[in-house]
C-alpha cells in the first residue's frame, strides 16, 4: 500500500506523445478516452486534477503524412500548431461525454520565470482547478525558440506541479516504470519500484534518451521527479497501457517507480517557498503573535497583526515583522493587503462580517509559514 500516492489530494498527470500517438499513427483516442474515464473517477473522488498532454508534433505529423520528425525549427513549430488543435479538440470532447470541461494552457519558460507571469499562471491554474475544469497543459512550442525550450514535456510536468503546489506527478510512459538498464536493449532489465529521487545510482540507470516520437526518456523523468521533489511532490513513472492504471494507483498498488522526496513534503515545501517567492508586503505583529509564531510553531490570525504594508494578494508572499522590526517569519498571506487593512485586529470570527466571506481563519497559516 503506497499510503503517499493513495492519499494524494493534487495530482499532475502527464502523458508522453510515444503513448498519446499509437506509435505515431495519429492520436490513439481509445486509450485517451480510458485515461478520461479513469481521470474522471479520481475528480469524483475529490482529487484535483492538472494534465500536461505531448504529442502536439506528433498529432500534427499525422495530419500532414509525415512520417518522420522533421529537424528544421519552423517545421516542427508547424507540425505543433496543427497538431495542437487536434490534441486539444480530442481532450475536450472526451472529458465532455462525462460532463467535464477542460482548458488549454500553452506554457513558455519565461512564463515560469518571470514573477508576474508566473503568478499569473498559478492563480488561472488553482482558479480553473477549483471551477472542476480539468487545465491541459502543453509547451507553447510556436513561439519557443531552442534556447529557451522546455523541450521535454517532463520538464514542464515537474515545474507545473511546483507551481500548483502538486502532492503527486505521475509520468505516464510507454514501459512500465523505470528499469535498472534501458529495457530497449536490456531484455532482462528489471523495474525499479521505490527510490529517493535523489539517489545518485539512479543516474546511470536513466543515461539513454528518448524514443522515436518522445524527446526525453528516462533521463528528463528522473529530472523532473528530482524537480518535482523540489516542493515536496512524489513522483510515479508508470506505464499509461497498464490496465487501468490511474485506478491502481489511486487504489495503492504497487505498480510503477515511486520516486520520493528527500524531505517530508512539508519541510521541502517551506523551503522552495522560501527560496523561491519575492515578498509583496510588510505584516507587523504585536508581542502576542511574536511568540505565538516563533514559540507555538502557530498560524498567524488576524487579531495578532497591528499594521500592514505594502501591497499584495492573495497567495503572495509577505514578511511578517515583531514590532520593533525584526523578521519573524515569511509566509504566503490568504488575504490581499487591502482587505488584510480591514481584519487585522479583529478575532476570526468577525471576518465574514467585516469582508462578506472568508477565506480562511487565519490570515497565515503554519504550513505556509517560514520562520527565520
Ligand atoms: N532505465 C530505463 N527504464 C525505462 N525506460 C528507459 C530507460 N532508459 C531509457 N528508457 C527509454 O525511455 C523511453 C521513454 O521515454 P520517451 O520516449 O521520452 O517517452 P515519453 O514520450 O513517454 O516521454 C522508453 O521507451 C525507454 O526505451
Ligand atoms: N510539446 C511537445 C512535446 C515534447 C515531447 O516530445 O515530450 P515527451 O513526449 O513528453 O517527451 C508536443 O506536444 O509535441
Not at 94 to 122: C, P
Not at 250 to 267: D, N, Q, V, W, Y
Amino acid at each position: 500500500m503506497r499510503s503517499k500516492v493513495t492519499g494524494a489530494q493534487r495530482w499532475v498527470v502527464k502523458i508522453g506523445s510515444a503513448l498519446l500517438t499509437a506509435d505515431g499513427k495519429g492520436l490513439d483516442r481509445a486509450a485517451m478516452s480510458v485515461w478520461v474515464e479513469q481521470m474522471v473517477a479520481l475528480h469524483e473522488a475529490g482529487v484535483e486534477l492538472v494534465l500536461v498532454s505531448s504529442g502536439a508534433v506528433a498529432a500534427g505529423m499525422s495530419r500532414l503524412g509525415w512520417t518522420a520528425r522533421p529537424s528544421a525549427m519552423h517545421e516542427l513549430q508547424a507540425a505543433a500548431a496543427i497538431g495542437q488543435m487536434g490534441l486539444v479538440q480530442a481532450w475536450e470532447s472526451s472529458f465532455a461525454e462525462h460532463g467535464r470541461h477542460t482548458a488549454q494552457i500553452l506554457l513558455t519558460h519565461d512564463d515560469l520565470s518571470d514573477r508576474k507571469r508566473y503568478l499569473n499562471a498559478r492563480s488561472t491554474l488553482r482558479a480553473l482547478v477549483e471551477l472542476k475544469v480539468i487545465p491541459v497543459i502543453n509547451e507553447n512550442d510556436t513561439v519557443v525558440t531552442d534556447e529557451i525550450r522546455f523541450g521535454d514535456n517532463d520538464t514542464l510536468a515537474a515545474l507545473v506541479a511546483n507551481l500548483v503546489e502538486a502532492d503527486l506527478l505521475v509520468i505516464l510512459t510507454d514501459r512500465d516504470g523505470m528499469f535498472d538498464a534501458d529495457p530497449r536493449n536490456n531484455p532482462d532489465a528489471q523495474l525499479i519500484y521505490e527510490a529517493r529521487a535523489d539517489d545518485p545510482a539512479l543516474d546511470a540507470v536513466a543515461g539513454s534518451v528518448g524514443g522515436a516520437l518522445g524527446r526525453g526518456g528516462m533521463q528528463t523523468k528522473l529530472r523532473a521527479a528530482r524537480l518535482a521533489a523540489r516542493s515536496g511532490a512524489h513522483t510515479i513513472i508508470v506505464g499509461g497501457r497498464l490496465e487501468r492504471v490511474l485506478d491502481r494507483l489511486k487504489a495503492g498498488e504497487r505498480i510503477g517507480t515511486l520516486l520520493s522526496p528527500e524531505r517530508g513534503m512539508l519541510a521541502a515545501r517551506k523551503q522552495w517557498l522560501a527560496g523561491h517567492l519575492q515578498t509583496r508586503g510588510t505584516l507587523v505583529l504585536d508581542a502576542g503573535a511574536v511568540s505565538a509564531l516563533s514559540q507555538g510553531n502557530k498560524s498567524l490570525l488576524p487579531v495578532g497583526v497591528k499594521l500592514v504594508q505594502g501591497s499584495f494578494r492573495r497567495g503572495e508572499m509577505v514578511v511578517c515583522v515583531a514590532p520593533d522590526g525584526r523578521e519573524i517569519a515569511r509566509g504566503l498571506a490568504n488575504y490581499s493587503a487591502l482587505e488584510a487593512q480591514k481584519i487585522i485586529g479583529q478575532s476570526s470570527e468577525s471576518i465574514v462580517g467585516l469582508l462578506g466571506y472568508m477565506a480562511e481563519p487565519e490570515l497565515v497559516h503554519r504550513d505556509n509559514l517560514i520562520l527565520v
